[in-house]
């Protein structure tokens, strides 16, 4: 969210062009290459391609097929993506518009996700923004019935989803949450009210936060939601209907740029 101080140390070359040879790999509409189409496509001298492609081969990133001495990614490179989830991927594609937003609002804002029965906020701006009553935000649990990014959350994503989400809210150990989970008509009329209104809020509900008001927009991809991004800011700085007359559009131009650049990285994966 704030801009980079720039690079302490030397671009590592060796790195750039071994990774440009993977990329080109994981892109050749037959999955494999031979080191003249590598050399090819990344501009980089044969000599050097082969001695990128040896190490990658040692080190089980790629192989080599002996019948015609082409190159395809290896099993191991699966590995690379193990630990980059749906909530990394997210993250990376909100961070920038998160700042951006900041400069927008002033207030802050959370992109949070769903973890078991609860959101967590994986990107905040609250250590950025000087309106920021709460400076430790990041890895918080928010309730899902209580907060706006989590009304928006259910009231956006599959019927079989939220019937879980549900299920599971009946038998935690909120209290609060089970008892409002058990009325169905009370949580059809909230989530009627979140889709009227094209979003969500909660002005004071949650208890560990009553001193604050909310709307929120769900992050979509493909019709599935990922997550949601709120705005925060004080009950008795302005009414929701206030907070939303001022907020609502810059938070829906930061999702639609959020939604569109998941977009485009799905693409080049």
């Known amino acids: 969210m704030r801009p980079s101080s720039g690079a302490s140390y030397r671009h590592v070359q060796g790195l750039s062009r071994g ?58 490179i699966r590995q690379l993506s193990d630990g980059f989830t749906d909530d990394e991927w997210i993250s990376e594609a909100a961070n920038p518009e998160l700042g951006q937003l900041l400069q927008k609002v002033v207030w802050p804002s959370d992109l949070c996700t769903l973890d078991g029965d609860s959101m967590v906020v994986r990107e905040t701006t609250h250590r950025f923004s000087p309106l920021s009553f709460h400076r430790a935000m990041i890895r918080q649990r928010m309730p899902l019935l209580f907060t706006a990014t989590g009304r928006a959350y259910l009231a956006y994503c599959s019927e079989a989803e939220r019937a879980q989400l549900l299920a599971l809210l009946r038998i935690g150990p909120d209290e609060r949450q089970a008892d409002f989970a058990r009325s169905p008509s009370l949580v059809s009329q909230m989530l009627e009210k979140v889709r009227q209104q094209g979003y969500a809020t909660n002005d004071g509900e949650w208890s560990e936060q009553g001193k604050i008001s909310a709307i929120a927009l769900p992050i979509t991809h493909h019709e599935q939601v990922l997550g949601s991004i709120n705005v925060v800011f004080l009950r008795k700085a302005m009414t929701l209907a206030e907070g939303a007359a001022r ?21 080049l994966t």
């Open 19 to 76: 990774l440009a040879v993977l990329h080109a790999i994981n892109l050749s509409p037959n999955g494999w290459m031979t080191i003249a189409d590598l050399s090819q496509t990344t501009g980089l001298h044969r000599t050097t391609v082969r001695r990128l492609l040896e190490t990658l081969q040692t080190e089980g990133y790629v192989r080599r097929s002996p019948s015609d001495d082409s190159y395809r990614l290896n099993h191991k």
């Open 247 to 267: 907020y609502l559009p810059d938070l829906q131009a930061a999702v639609g740029r959020i939604e569109a650049r998941l977009s485009q990285m799905a693409q």
